[in-house]
């Protein structure tokens, strides 16, 4: 038997087991583990060794809390709050570096994204995104940068994570980008421009940009295990549409229910889970 764990406002999660731990590749998204709740957002660091005994590097959930500008961190082993973070206005969503030891938060009410010091649990620096309403991030695979989206503007903003300063803002169609994320192999990172009804691919070696038509409104994004396939959860087109990584263009487009949001992939690749709202 299975079972998907359903986030706020239609957002899916991952399908697992019933009795298996959630399976890496569903759970961990950019070196996230992302729950969206209401205005709260979960994330846990990647594991620290197993020989450890530092305390700092024992499995933390970090909640992100819109309505109070802050991160509150639990032990995960305990249940308890260990600390309280300020952070920019409105914090929405999160994304950690793979080591877990950053993790990168954008702030839609003051166009920053605040960088977290996961171990000290401390804010170690607050980049200007320049633009109107970031909101989805992802950390590439590598480590190397994070890119951020807006919501209310066609650019993605681009982190270098070792300086912890803004390298570049790439433009992109439309001005509602709503989701993003980036291929395994560290290539390409792909964005759902909800209003110009396209998946915008952004080459990272020459950040050149190709648009691909896409029924109305995507909204989400799912890749699949072996990173064949994306996935676009059409909100608007009311179907999912399937692109080739490969060929970067729209292979087939699948009718699911009215208002399709959040999108999943089994670990073996085989289903899909859609939820419509």
């Known amino acids: 038997m299975k079972k998907l764990l359903i ?9 697992t087991e019933a009795v298996r731990p959630v399976p890496p590749r569903t759970a ?12 709260i957002s979960l994330a846990f660091p990647a594991p620290g060794p197993a020989e450890t005994s530092d305390p700092a590097l024992s499995p933390q959930l970090f909640v992100l809390a819109a309505s109070s500008n802050s991160a509150t961190v ?38 920053t994204v605040s960088v977290i010091d996961t171990v000290n649990r401390l804010v170690t620096a607050t980049i200007l995104t320049g633009h ?4 989805e991030i ?12 807006h919501q209310r503007s066609g650019y ?13 803002t790439v433009p992109v169609d439309g001005n509602e980008c709503r989701d993003v994320l980036a291929t395994p192999d560290n290539r390409f990172v792909y964005v759902a421009n909800f209003s110009s009804s396209e998946v915008s691919v952004i080459d990272r070696a ?6 691909i038509a896409t029924d109305a409104g995507p909204r989400r994004l799912a890749i699949s295990p072996d990173g064949s396939r994306i996935y676009a959860s059409d909100y608007l087109g009311e179907s999912l549409s399937v692109i080739d990584t490969a060929s ?27 939820t419509n709202v």
Not at 7 to 15: D, H, M, S, Y
Not at 28 to 39: E, I, Q
Not at 132 to 135: K, R, T
Not at 206 to 211: D, I, L, P, Q
């Open 28 to 39: 961990w998204r950019g070196g996230l583990r992302l729950l969206s709740v209401a205005l």
């Open 7 to 15: 986030g706020f406002r239609g957002r899916l999660l991952c399908p």
């Open 206 to 211: 020459t950040y050149a940009v190709k648009n």
């Open 132 to 135: 109107a309403g970031p909101q």
């Open 138 to 149: 992802t950390v590439t695979p590598d480590g190397a940068y994070a890119f951020v989206v």
């Open 248 to 274: 970067q263009t729209l292979i087939k487009s699948i009718p699911v229910g009215v208002n399709p949001r959040g999108v999943a992939v089994t670990p073996d690749g085989r289903e899909i889970y859609v």
């Open 156 to 168: 993605v903003s681009v982190i270098d994570t070792a300086t912890d300063t803004l390298a570049r």
């Open 74 to 111: 639990i032990d995960s082993a305990t249940n308890e709050i260990t600390a309280r973070i300020p952070l920019g206005t409105s914090p929405i969503r999160l994304a950690m570096t793979p080591d877990g030891r950053k993790a990168y938060v954008s702030n839609t009410g003051d166009t």
